[in-house]
Structures are given as structure tokens and as C-alpha cells.
């Protein structure tokens, strides 16, 4: 009762909204993607850096390099899920700051200048996109698995440069059977919040 | 229409959400903050480990000694918004993981047995919720106002501990007048998402 946002829209994104283990055959669209894309680039980044980089694991030969980097205990979902995405961090994202936050434009080099403050940047930046992308697409009315149970220096090699770390990798499309594992518990208010 | 989520909840959430400058005086309560974090609870994070901490800065006094270390262009908006918190990553959120992750009880120890690897993971998974904080203050027709622009080691000496790392000040409120600047540009599709 506090909030504005329609309860059929907080169970599709929130509440009822469980991360997938199992998928049917219904292809997930480009068109899908571009839609989530949408609505994902307005969310908020420091400095509007927007670090996050997306790639669509779609060739079967490209699934079968990424399946072979994955903990044992993920393969078989990301072997059969519709599309799946690495999603990761560009640690160069401060060449883009002159288009993207022309307000400052010595951002570039006063704020980011060093890799490693760019690096932590670029992790927590992007982080906060994947969020945006997993809670849109369930918005699109797909389900998504994102996984950090992989060899992200292998990831990074197949797939990526020294320029790009790999955050997760997200299974992506309509839950099939015996989608959801039971729900895990989760820490309570006050374990979370204080007031000062 | 490639999309589940009616449209007006695109917008309170995604399209239309901005980051707030000026707030009314209508104070933000404490079931406001309980209902969403009723939502983001929910939100995925790796092993489940949910290392977001939220400190609600409510006192006068304590407004007064977070807003002396954020950047200058920042303090008039937190001086003045109803409600300010500070986001914090736990470190030592492993200690929790036999209770949050039963299904993999040497989690703790094997996944998150060192303090790096650990850091790493609070940063990207608490970063994952600070985004679902954002999206959900929304979905309570608040308009949350994240910034980055602070001395990070002063406001954790100031509020925090050793094993808690700032990652964000959020000013939260209802808008107030000319609280929006103009819409920064985005990268378009293209320069974001690659198949494979």
C-alpha cells in the first residue's frame, strides 16, 4: 500500500519474478533485446558512463566455446536456454565521457584518469545495468538466469579483451519445466537497515 | 509491444524516472523504506549473499557530518532532501551464506575464503541491489537522486567500519520545482550489444 507501482507489475518484476533453470524452445527475439535496451540505457550511471557491454551468445559453435568455460553445475541450463548473454564492464568507458556527459567535459580525465579507480568504476557502473537489464527483461515477460559460477578469465579470453571484464552470464527466455528451485531465505529490515 | 510491463509502468520506473535535484518537503517514512525493501529483497545476487547495507541518515546532525564530505556540486541537494541514505557493500557477508545459501554450505569458505575475491563480489552483487533500491523507491513514486560524488574514505570512517565500502548517496524524495536537468545522450544499440 506504499507504493505507486500496480501489484501485477511488482510480481512480474519483483515478487513472483525467480531466476529460471529450466527453459521452453520459443526463440527470444532481436527485436525482444532491442526493446529491453530501451528502457535499460535511461537507467542512472555515475557520470552517465554507462560501462556496461553486452554480448549475445547466439551461434551454436560460440555456445559450445562459452558451455565449456561454465562451473560443471551450470552447463546444462546455458546448453539449452534460448539465448544467452555475457554481460561485462568496459574499463576504457572514460573515451566515451566527452559524448556522454558533455556537462563536465574534463570528466574523462580528472574523475578517471587511473585504471584502477576506472576499473572499480566500470564494475559498480555496470553491475547497476546488469540489474537494469535482468529486472527488464522480465518487463519483456522473459525469464532470466544470470550466473557468475564460471572461469571469468576464460570468459574474458574467448570472448572479450583486456579491456572488458566479464561479469555474469544470463540465460535467457521462457521458463519451462520445473523452472524454479525452492526460494532461499533472505535477511530481514533490520538486519539491513539502521538509522542514524 | 515487445514488452509484458504495461506502459505506465515503463515509465514510473524506467522512461520517465529521473534523477531528482530539488525534493518537496514531504517526508519519506518508514514504511515507505520497509515496503521496498520488502521488493528488493527479492532481486538475484551470486550464492544468494545480499551484501547490500542501507544506513538512513534521519538525524540533523548526522546530515550535517555526511554532507561535509560530499563534493561540492552535491550538498545543497542532500542538505535538502527528505531523505538521505548511504549504500555500503558488506565484505564479511560470507559469515551470513550458511543461513542465506543451505543448498551449498561450504560456500563460504570455498567461494568467498579470501578477502579480495570477497570485495570484488560485495561490490558487484550490493551494486546489483543499489540498482533494484533505485528501481523500487520508484515503484513507491519516490524519485531517488544516486551520486558518487564523495570522499568515499571519509564517509566510511564517518559511518561505516573497515569491512563496510561506500558505494552510493541517495537523496530520496518527492520532486520538487526544476528538479530535472536535460536528458544526457545514450549509446545507441549497436555500440552495446555484439553477437556472437
Redesign the interface.
Known sequence: ??????A???D????E?R?ANTFTDEPV?E??????????????T?S?Q?P????????PE?RERLVRHLAEVNRAKTATAPLVAILAADNEFHE?LP?????FPQAKDVLYGERPVRE??A???A??????F???L????LAAG?M??FDHAGVQKE?LDDDHSP??VVNIGRPGADAW?P?????S?DE?????
Do not use: C, H, W
Not at 512480474?12 to 515478487?15: A, D, H, K, S
Not at 527485436?31 to 542512472?44: C, N, R, S, T, W
Not at 526460494?183 to 535477511?187: A, D, E, H, M
Open positions: 500500500m506504499s507504493l505507486s507501482l500496480d501485477a507489475a511488482q512480474l518484476l519483483f515478487r519474478a531466476t527475439t527485436e525482444q533485446i532491442q526493446a529491453v535496451y530501451e528502457l535499460i540505457k535511461y537507467g542512472p555515475a552517465n554507462s556496461l557491454r553486452i554480448t549475445l551468445v547466439r551461434s560460440a566515451e559524448r556522454l556527459y558533455p556537462t572499480r568504476s564494475l559498480l557502473n553491475a547497476l545495468q546488469a540489474a537494469y535482468v529486472t527488464d522480465r518487463a519483456a515477460g544470470p557468475s559460477g570472448f561479469l555474469m528451485r526460494r532461499l531465505p533472505r535477511l529490515y539491513v537497515v539502521t538509522s542514524v
